[in-house]
């Protein structure tokens, strides 16, 4: 089981940005796909973006444009550059690591804490 932690959320204005990092624990971090996730308030949570081992990436039709997901091998971690953020953003965002290409641990898997993110004036 990997461990996962988040930070880099936080309160922040309309149309201002941040990053999110997720850290992860282990050696088979280069072979899985990472993602995040979010959840607001009264609704299932999301899938937001996704990277693949091989860098190939997936976004939510909602933050295309405006978020960009990234991955730091030699570090284990995981980014979520977020920029000209909406109010309907706020959410409570989450890391995933899973397996779901050729060569990875289907036992390297899980999620973070989740990290609060407010967009508000």
């Known amino acids: 089981q990997v461990q996962l932690v988040e930070s880099g959320g936080g309160l922040v204005q309309p149309g201002g940005s941040l990053r999110l990092s997720c850290a992860a624990s282990g050696s088979f971090f280069s072979f899985n796909v990472v993602g995040w996730y979010r959840q607001a308030p009264g609704k299932q949570r999301e899938q937001v973006a996704t990277?693949?081992?091989?860098?190939?990436?997936n976004y939510a039709d909602s933050v295309k444009g405006r978020f960009t997901i990234s991955r730091d091998n030699a570090k284990n971690t995981m980014y979520l550059q977020m920029n000209s953020l909406k109010p309907e953003d706020t959410a409570v965002y989450y890391c995933?690591?899973?397996?779901?290409?050729?060569?990875?641990?289907?036992?390297?898997?899980?999620w973070g804490q989740g990290t609060q993110v407010t967009v508000s004036s």
């Open positions: 990277i693949t081992s091989g860098g190939g990436t």
């Open positions: 995933r690591v899973w397996c779901a290409d050729f060569g990875c641990n289907p036992a390297y898997s899980g």
